[in-house]
């Protein structure tokens, strides 16, 4: 990766990195605690996934961080096992199987996600992540950040959420409704020329808004600490080091343990490589990322958080977004994200915990308008059902339940219409007086055996028929058995039967490999 760290970008990153920086700080905190785990593991997580994770990726604009989608499973087996060190040791084992994954080349699973599907979840993700935030906006805090299941952990959905809006904060209305002008404003074309306003990031300018507006207020109006940001206060590095947690070392070979290890690894995995395809989609300069080094540098990041007490890391589209529109060049927004964490943490803690979470909040509705773009369902609604039905029914599932939910289901449905465009295309009969030609377009299989034989069952009496497979390469099992039936009772009802080009060799090993050197015809 040529010029990775090249002065020239250094400005733009440096700037990115600071706004993936306020994104990620609530997300860390209310991932953990969506994780039922100590609150310091969510931000120990965001500054191995920055650091760690960052300098070993070959994504350019990928972050790393606690991800929303494995919270139920990390919930789950805390409450499991009851002592977290415990726990950590299966996070350290996922980061291990991750490793292996990588070395051996699993990382090619992110081809085979159609993009309507991708584009579908970035789309979801969007609305999910607006809907999520608007309560925050209006100081609904009830619900912690980076909680994006649609039922969530206050006993509301995402949906019956939004109709509590009527309790809301003036306080934290006021000081939502100003950072999301500014953010706004920060997005026209003549601020961002403007050689002044240009280089101020926006989302720093709203958070500092909030700061100001909040420390101003008039007793009635400042807001309590339940709608700030809430950072355990550390007085030294010292006592920083003293929030840090170890696995217990008898805990590695427990089967439980090692279970919940290969089902933190798998899915975040997946998770990872979901979010590299998103992104790499997003990147304007069209990087591609090595997907298997992404998985090395994901185990490795894992491994690490294990063994000093964090929750496990996966490459997370919302950071990665906001660092894309923030302008990052390079890996160095990333890792820099993840310098900002742990300095901020260490050092001023008290200082970021006034910044209000309406202020991020608003930042966040920004990040997530962007993703779900009205301009996107109108290009996926002009390409066709085929693209344009997966894209919703992917939205709609991701919304309802969550993030992998969401995507499987999506793409079930992608493959069933993979599968039904060959259905159709693939058989074309015609035709000619008593003569009917089928026409083998592509390469057929089992499923294409009930169109083959609805045409079959057609042919009477005196007919001819003449079965091209001039444009096959491949031939399944099953549809070679119903054509060698066939064939064999033609003789009995007087139908005369041509076949070209329909070989055993095109039934193992595709045309023209002559390893078995079968020209043998039907």
Not at 159 to 175: K, P, R
Not at 335 to 355: A, D, E, K, S, Y
């Amino acid at each position: 990766m040529k010029n990775e760290f090249s002065f020239k970008n250094v400005g733009g990153d440096l700037s990115a990195g600071l706004v993936v920086f306020l994104v990620a700080l609530p997300l860390c905190l209310g991932i953990s605690l969506a994780s039922e785990a100590p609150l310091f593991s969510g931000i120990i997580a965001g500054i191995i996934g920055g650091v760690v994770v960052g300098a070993i990726s070959g994504s350019k604009l990928g972050v790393s961080g606690p991800a929303a989608g494995l919270a139920v499973i990390v919930a789950s087996a805390i409450n499991e096992f009851e002592i977290y060190e415990i726990f950590l040791a299966s996070v350290v084992i996922g980061g291990f199987i991750q490793l292996i994954l990588g070395f051996v080349g699993a990382g090619k699973i992110a081809f085979y996600f159609p993009s309507s599907v991708i584009k579908g979840m970035l789309a979801a993700i969007g609305i999910t992540i607006v809907l999520k935030q608007i309560p925050h906006a209006f100081g609904i805090d009830t619900d912690p950040e980076g909680d994006s299941s649609f039922i969530q952990s206050d006993g509301e959905n995402t949906i019956s959420e939004l109709f509590n809006l009527g309790n809301f904060n003036t306080g934290a209305l006021v000081i939502g409704i100003v950072c999301l002008a500014i953010l706004i404003l920060w997005d026209k074309k003549w601020v961002k020329e403007n050689k002044v306003l240009g280089i101020i990031p926006g989302p720093l300018l709203a958070v500092f808004a909030g700061i100001f507006i909040n420390y101003f207020y008039p007793e009635n109006l400042s807001l309590a600490s339940e709608h700030m940001v809430q950072l355990p206060e550390t007085e030294s590095a010292a006592g920083f080091l003293e929030l840090l947690r170890f696995p217990q070392w008898s805990a590695f070979t427990n089967f439980n343990v090692i279970k919940t290890g290969f089902l933190i690894a798998i899915i975040a995995s997946l998770e990872t490589l979901l979010c590299v395809e998103a992104t790499d989609r997003l990147d304007p300069r069209k990087n591609v990322t090595p997907t298997n080094r992404e998985l090395v540098a994901q185990g490795a990041g894992n491994m690490l958080s294990g063994l000093i007490g964090g929750i496990p890391v996966t490459q997370v589209i919302v950071r990665s977004s906001a660092n894309i529109q923030a302008g990052g060049k390079t890996k160095m927004s990333a890792v820099f994200h993840g310098i900002l964490l742990l300095v901020c943490v260490m050092f001023i803690p008290n200082l970021l915990n006034m910044i209000p979470l309406s202020a991020l909040a608003a930042v966040l509705i920004i990040v997530g308008y962007k993703l779900a773009n009205p301009a996107m369902f109108k290009r996926m609604y002009a390409e066709g059902h085929d693209q344009f039905i997966p894209f919703i029914v992917t939205i709609v599932a991701v919304l309802f339940t969550d993030l992998l939910v969401g995507i499987l289901i999506g793409l079930m449905v992608g493959i069933g219409y993979v599968l039904y465009t060959n259905f159709k295309s693939v058989i074309k009969p015609s035709k000619t007086g008593n003569h009917t030609i089928i026409d083998f377009q592509k390469d057929v299989f089992f499923y294409n055996r009930a169109e083959l034989v609805k045409n079959l069952s057609k042919l009477e009496e005196g007919d001819e028929l003449t079965l091209d497979g001039r444009n096959i390469d491949f031939i399944d099992h099953d549809i070679f058995l119903t054509i060698e039936d066939f064939v064999k009772d033609a003789a009995k009802k007087n139908i005369k039967v041509n076949v070209l080009d329909i070989t055993r060799t095109k039934l193992k090993f595709g045309k023209g490999d002559e390893k078995i050197g079968l020209e043998e015809k039907i």
